[in-house]
């Protein structure tokens, strides 16, 4: 009657391979139940000409954040109603609808009987009812409904909570959102990237990753700035050359507007390289020089002279730099860092590129990562306090330091970080 027979260790092995299989089909229960009540069945209620909409899944883990992140934000359009207000009357679900035309709407799982109809009218909103849902707008809208597009995953994501998913149907694409302490991320799966950026660059304006140029630009006037004189067949152009991938990086500074442009894996050689800013400098600094005609009209002629601009040689914390003065004071800087060639006029942010693509790495959201500021681009389109839409807008991002962007193979996820 030993405990320790052979028949009791198969007993035992027997019980913990039966216990390890009612966890495994329990947690598969669980999960199908999760996914099937996140479906997204509420965009089913999305006016026409809907081109954003977002769904949020409320949670005791969820409605805190969301609460206070959307506190004092309209939800409605021409209506002064929040999140707060519609919460009591929602079963977990809520989603938000911009048309075309920048209406705003919501939808909330729940009935419209159970809604205060005080609630209603004093802020005369109109209520449509479809399939246990009801659509919360300032007129009746024409419905039609979207496609959820995207599926929540169905493992658990570690470290971050799912808060819902965005949707753009007229681009056919949709992601999922998540939360964690540092930011909230926007997970969108895209074709394969043409270009992989993952060299971040510290307190950036915006960055505009993997331009490229075909051959057949129609911007000719910038490629005729930004190309070396033909000086023979065999000579190629610097920049905008064929199949040539670039990327742009602005910021907005105390001192102005600072740009870095890197051309990838350019890798020209110093000569073409002191040519090009001997161009720039010329371009900058022409010489005007004027003559009589016979008629007694003035004629004059503007000559630019590439090689009296003198190119300065100058040590940099990424290595050998050339410097050249351009009109105003202002100089523009080059370098050939791992084969790519970076222009810029900030030698601050020349190094810093260098400086954090050495060091690369890191979280999307930390120090040394790619962002662009929301408030710096909603300041670029000059009318952010008198379009009532971007200022909806502006209150959204507000809460958010800057936004991150991660390029991937087949996906792109957008950081709203709240370092």
């Not at 999922?176 to 895209?190: A, G, H, Q």
């Not at 001997?278 to 002279?305: C, H, N």
């Not at 962007?405 to 087949?410: D, G, Q």
Request: aromatic residues 10%.
């Amino acid at each position: 009657m030993s405990r320790h027979t052979k028949t009791t260790r198969r007993n035992r092995r027997v019980v913990w391979l039966l216990l390890s299989v009612l966890g495994i089909f329990a947690f598969i229960v669980f999960r199908l139940g999760t996914l099937w009540f996140s479906r997204g069945e509420i965009l089913l209620l999305a006016p026409t000409d809907t081109v954003f909409a977002v769904h949020f899944q409320l949670t005791e883990s969820t409605s805190p954040f969301l609460n206070e992140w959307l506190s004092g934000i309209p939800l409605l359009s021409q209506r002064s109603i929040e999140l707060r207000d519609v919460l009591p009357y929602t079963k977990g679900e809520i989603a938000l609808f911009i048309t075309k035309d920048g209406r705003r709407s919501i939808a909330i799982r729940g009935d419209k009987s159970a809604i205060d109809p005080e609630l209603l009218s004093q802020y005369s909103i109109s209520a449509q009812e479809k399939g246990g849902f009801v659509l919360l707008s300032e007129t009746l809208l024409p419905i039609s409904g979207i496609p959820s597009l995207t599926h929540r995953s169905f493992f658990p994501s570690i470290g971050k909570r799912w808060l819902g998913r965005i949707v753009l149907p007229e681009e056919q694409l949709g992601g999922n959102i998540f939360k964690t302490d540092d930011y909230l991320s926007f997970e969108f799966e895209t074709e394969k990237q043409h270009l992989n950026q993952d060299e971040p660059i510290p307190n950036l304006g915006l960055s505009l990753s993997g331009l490229s140029w075909d051959g057949e630009t129609p911007l000719k006037t910038l490629e005729y700035l930004l190309t070396p004189f033909t000086q023979g067949e065999a000579e190629k152009p610097l920049f905008l050359d064929e199949n040539s991938q670039m990327e742009v990086f602005i910021r907005q500074t105390s001192g102005g507007r600072e740009t870095l442009l890197i051309q990838k894996g350019a890798n020209p050689t110093t000569e073409v390289l002191i040519r090009e800013l001997q161009l720039i400098g010329a371009l900058a600094k022409p010489s005007i020089q004027t003559s009589i005609l016979p008629d007694g009209s003035l004629f004059e002629e503007i000559e630019v002279q590439p090689d009296l601009i003198s190119v300065e040689e100058i040590s940099t914390s990424i290595g050998l730099s050339y410097r050249v003065s351009t009109n105003s004071g202002s100089i523009v800087i080059a370098t050939i860092h791992n084969n790519d060639l970076l222009l810029s006029n900030s030698q601050d942010l020349l190094e810093t590129y260098g400086k954090t693509k050495e060091g690369s790495g890191g979280l999307a959201c930390a120090p040394q990562s790619n962002y662009l500021s929301p408030s710096f681009l909603l300041s670029e389109t000059s009318s952010d306090y008198f379009n009532p839409d971007l200022s909806f807008y502006h209150q959204v991002f507000s809460v958010f330091s800057h936004v991150s962007i991660e390029f991937k193979k087949y996906s792109t996820t957008i950081y709203l970080c709240t370092l």
